[in-house]
């Protein structure tokens, strides 16, 4: 069975740009979490999806940040406009059901530089 | 906010010798999770415990899960260089859909 699938693995890119990650969780999976890892702040929950809906974006840094999921099968997470201090591991992650009690399955993650 | 302090943040170890790391939180859990990180690669989750006292066992890995369900431990017998990695527990509170993260224990093994 396909995991979480996010792209690109790798994005370099200059401050300023605009920056789209994409993940498309495993089908039949209900829950959809975001994450950034660095680190200095460790793994750190940016936003989560319910049923396609936003339930929390209390995690997304600042407005800078913007996330959507439009369908069950695919959701992305964009920066406009980037700065350095984004530079992260960004993880999406999925799982069955609304609660915490089931376990999260991460994608590979996009390692983001940007200079 | 609620918090999971997990220790140490990291351990030496000889191929061959004993790890363990620990979480602790000052209220009550609903459950916990244990999820291991290789070096550059994603959390994999691993066990989750629910029970008062719980012990679980996958091979040389046994997870307890503490009387009052405020505390959790994971414990490598005899570490492996495929071990290498960082072991991250992962909690929540009542039945809501965040979890907490704990900050994770690297295991290293000694050259």
């Known amino acids: 069975d396909a995991g979480v699938i996010q792209s690109p693995r790798h994005e370099v890119t200059e401050m300023g740009q605009e920056v789209t990650l994409r993940c498309k969780p495993i089908?039949?999976?209900?829950?959809l979490f975001w994450y950034r890892q660095t680190m200095m702040r460790g793994l750190e929950l940016l936003i989560y999806?319910?049923?396609?809906?936003?339930?929390?974006d209390s995690g997304m840094p600042e407005d800078r940040f913007s996330a959507k999921m439009p369908n069950a099968s695919f959701s992305t997470l964009k920066i406009q406009p980037s700065e350095p201090r984004d530079s992260a591991v960004y993880f999406c992650?999925?799982?069955?059901?609304?609660?915490?009690?089931?376990?999260?399955?991460f994608g590979d993650g996009t390692r983001l530089s940007i200079l | 906010g609620q918090q999971v302090m997990q220790i140490p943040q990291y351990q030496h170890v000889q191929e061959g010798e004993d790890f363990t790391t620990y979480c602790n939180s000052s209220?009550?859990?609903?459950?916990i999770q244990w999820y291991k990180q290789r070096p550059g690669g994603h959390p994999v989750f691993l066990i989750q415990?629910?029970?008062s006292g719980e012990v679980k066992k996958q091979k040389r890995l046994t997870f307890q899960f503490g009387e009052a369900k405020k505390n959790s431990s994971l414990h490598i017998t005899a570490t492996q260089t495929t071990d290498v990695g960082t072991y991250f527990c992962?909690?929540?509170?009542?039945?809501?859909?965040?979890?907490?993260w704990g900050a994770g224990t690297k295991l290293i093994i000694k050259p």
């Open positions: 992962a909690s929540t509170w009542d039945s809501n859909y965040q979890l907490i």
């Open positions: 992650a999925s799982s069955f059901g609304a609660y915490s009690n089931q376990p999260q399955h």
């Open positions: 415990l629910v029970k």
């Open positions: 089908s039949g999976h209900n829950s």
């Open positions: 999806f319910n049923n396609n809906v936003p339930i929390d």
């Open positions: 209220t009550t859990l609903s459950n």
